[in-house]
């Protein structure tokens, strides 16, 4: 069997290894600590000093931009409302001038159709002509042929 002291001095070697990981372990934990606080010192500073000028200097660009920006939706309300009042006018001024239109015609065309049977009954009068004769009875002669006929 073993000896018990050989069973005790394994353990004492044990425990001091133990107790010296976990010294070391705290030391890490200490060292990493002080690295994070550090790192955190240097990334305040920087932001203080690079991000927080460069930040301001693109949120007034933003501003200006977003002015702009209401701007031109401003100008676009304004140009469609002018579009549709000048479509609405013109659109009124057409149906206005076909309504017009079609009441000069009705006014109109009687007085036009009384002009066109005037002119048309002195133009037949003027050009009464003789009676046919045989010299122009040879006008309306058949002279033949066969281009007429359908086959």
């Known amino acids: 069997m073993m000896d018990t002291a050989h069973i005790s ?9 133990s107790a010296l990981q976990v010294l070391m372990l705290l030391g890490g934990a200490f060292a990493l600590f002080r690295i994070y606080r550090r790192l955190m010192s240097i990334i305040t500073a920087f932001e203080r ?3 927080g000028p460069m930040v301001a200097r693109v949120n007034g660009v933003i501003d200006g931009v977003h002015v702009v920006i209401e701007d031109v939706h401003d100008v676009i309300g304004r140009v469609k409302s002018a579009d549709d009042s000048v479509r609405h006018a013109l659109s009124r001024t057409a149906e ?3 309504h017009t239109a079609a009441r000069v015609r009705s006014g109109i065309w009687p007085a036009i159709g009384l002009g066109r049977g005037i002119l048309a009954a002195v133009g037949a009068f003027r050009r009464r002509r003789a009676p046919l004769d045989d010299s122009r009875t040879s006008r309306v002669v058949y002279e033949g042929g066969t281009h007429h006929v359908r086959s």
């Open 96 to 98: 206005r001038a076909t």
């Open 9 to 17: 001095t394994w353990l004492a070697i044990i425990a001091i290894s």
């Open 49 to 51: 000093e690079h991000v």
